[in-house]
């Protein structure tokens, strides 16, 4: 069974810090990698997509990519109150025909004032 | 633009009955998606249409469970004979040709 785990936190960070969330992912073969913010009785909202090893940078966010570690991870610089949230990792499979992702449950984030 | 768009957005029914839910792509994607959601998890996968083809079904679509998109656009899933267990935020994605999925609001289910 493909799985896709995250520490569920809370994570906690003062503002203005570095928050760090991780990603771990069991089917070698996936090549896309997804992180989407969900706030409290919202739906989930794609923040970030990565589909080659490296790193890979949107304003205050870097996701991160290592395929032989099978490893995902997301970097918020300057945190703001604002993006305390649940983050989700997701991964899609590789070909076949498949397209559904696969997520995690989630790392709760809380910046702290 | 607009985004996704999902009909109802909360939905309470007793068990046994059939409810149907809708779900409105952003108009230019080609695939949509449906998954649910419980509480303290992530969205779980249960179905995929490229333009108006079933392309996917997840091992969690029972018998009960049914999709369509008969013209490519608007999608519908509606679920049989309701049990408890089927309570939860179901949500509707789009993507254009398989690129991010972008998510509507949900439809909340809760069965009595």
């Known amino acids: 069974q493909k799985e896709v785990e995250q520490n569920s936190g809370p994570l906690s960070v003062p503002e203005g810090a570095i928050a760090s969330l991780n990603c771990t992912y069991s089917d070698r073969v996936s090549q896309s990698f997804f992180w989407y913010r969900q706030y409290s009785g919202k739906s989930p909202e794609l923040i970030m997509s990565i589909y080659s090893n490296g790193d890979k940078e949107d304003g205050r966010f870097t996701a991160q990519l290592n395929k032989a570690s099978q490893y995902v991870s997301l970097l918020i610089r300057d945190s703001q109150p604002s993006d305390s949230a649940t983050y989700l990792c997701?991964?899609?499979?590789?070909?076949?025909?498949?397209?559904?992702?696969?997520f995690g449950k989630g790392t709760h984030l809380i910046i702290q004032p | 633009d607009t985004g996704v768009s999902q009909d109802p957005r909360h939905k309470i029914t007793k068990r046994g009955q059939n409810v149907t839910f809708r779900c409105d792509p952003i108009s230019e994607h080609n695939r949509l998606y449906w998954y649910r959601q419980t509480l303290g998890q992530g969205p779980e996968f249960l179905t995929y249409?490229?333009?108006?083809?079933?392309?996917?079904k997840s091992r969690l679509l029972s018998d009960r469970f049914s999709a369509e998109r008969p013209k490519g656009s608007f999608s519908t899933l509606e679920i049989q004979r309701t049990e408890q267990g089927d309570s939860a935020m179901y949500l509707c994605a789009s993507s254009l040709d398989g690129t991010g999925q972008f998510f509507g609001p949900g439809t909340r289910l809760t069965v009595l």
């Open positions: 997701a991964v899609k499979p590789s070909g076949g025909g498949a397209d559904g992702l696969t």
């Open positions: 249409f490229q333009n108006e083809a079933q392309l996917e």
